[in-house]
């Protein structure tokens, strides 16, 4: 049968079987170049093999095949692992007293399966004291191999210098380790970040793919600290030997704080058995002050290491002299 001559009538059912073929193809053609267009670039190994001969006429034969092999797609990724020793611990007692010095030990591990660049560490200390400043990695930690690797993936890791304060190149599963140090100061003690009794911290590594930022990993560390609110009062008097009637006793009271957190509404109170009345106790002066402050009588804020004078009188009278033996 002619399909080309068919009647026009029949026009209305599609077009000619050639015509539909070449539709068909035309429009496959495009569907695959769609697919080619929207796979990622490299997510295969594409081989073509060729194997030619020659003919007893002395004519060519040949044939071609192909393979592509899947490639793993690029996950990249960072761990951090954080801890924490004392470098100093004067009471050997393992809480953070003043004056101690912690060491932070930061454990950042490629673990993703592509190479990253840029390897940054930065921490958010909560402590009073100085800034911490990393140590500058001068190699890296361990050169692993990754899972399933047969040609081997080590000394892929390299940094020129660390003025960047960045690590440059970081292969699959390699691990570079920073440390930092931190001496503990008052501040510690009194700042809001340490009413939990803890100076916390949370690390975290950037680092770059190919020039993109990939995901921040985060590690977390809290040194527990020693609070230890204490108060020490000494008392004295001028003269304590045979006082006569009508001499006055002069007390000095000495109030020191000698823990190491702050202490509040400080009041100071004499009872004594004399029959006469005690003038005072009065405060008189801070000889340390250590950002303390007083209203009045009392000390309404108390810095550890201040130390406070308060003076009081007393006269001897002639019925102590009578009923006091």
């Known amino acids: 049968m002619d399909f080309n001559n068919l009647p026009r009538q029949f026009a209305r059912f599609g077009p000619r079987p050639q015509l539909r073929l070449r539709l068909w193809g035309a429009t496959a053609l495009a569907a695959l170049l769609i697919v080619a267009q929207a796979s990622p670039a490299y997510a295969t190994i594409d081989n073509t093999a060729t194997a030619t001969g020659t003919t007893p006429s002395g004519g060519s034969v040949s044939d071609t095949d192909s393979v592509s092999v899947d490639v793993q797609n690029a996950a990249p990724g960072t761990t951090v692992a954080k801890t924490w020793s004392f470098s100093s611990d004067a009471n ?33 200390h909560a402590g009073a004291g100085a800034a911490l400043v990393f140590t500058n990695p001068n190699a890296v930690t361990t050169d692993n191999t990754v899972a399933g690797d047969v040609t081997g993936t080590t000394n892929d890791s390299s ?3 660390f003025t960047d304060s960045d690590w440059d190149v970081l292969g699959p599963g390699d691990v570079i380790t920073f440390t930092a140090t931190y001496t503990i100061v008052a501040g510690d003690f009194t700042a809001p970040a ?52 009508g001499d006055v ?10 823990g190491n957190v702050p202490i509040t509404n400080v009041t100071l109170t004499d009872i004594e058995n004399g029959s006469g009345a005690l003038v005072g106790p009065t405060f008189g002066s801070f000889t340390t002050v250590n950002g303390s402050v007083a209203a009045g009588n009392t000390i309404t804020t108390f810095n550890p290491g201040s130390v406070a004078v308060y003076t009081a009188a007393y006269t001897v009278t002639q019925s102590d002299v009578n009923l006091l033996q």
């Open 249 to 258: 006793v002069a007390y000095t009271y000495t109030i020191s704080n000698t």
């Open 159 to 161: 940094n020129v210098d």
């Open 92 to 124: 050997g007692d393992g809480n953070a007293d003043i004056g101690d010095v912690v060491t932070y030990t930061y454990t950042v591990t490629n673990s993703g399966n592509v190479t990253l660049q840029n390897v940054a560490l930065t921490d958010a």
């Open 194 to 245: 340490a009413s939990d009794g803890d100076i916390d911290n949370t690390a975290s590594v950037n680092a770059t793919f190919n020039g993109t930022p990939i995901a921040v990993s985060t590690a977390s560390a809290a040194v527990p600290l020693d609070a230890a609110p204490r108060i020490a009062l000494v008392k004295t008097a001028d003269d304590t030997t045979d006082r006569a009637v």
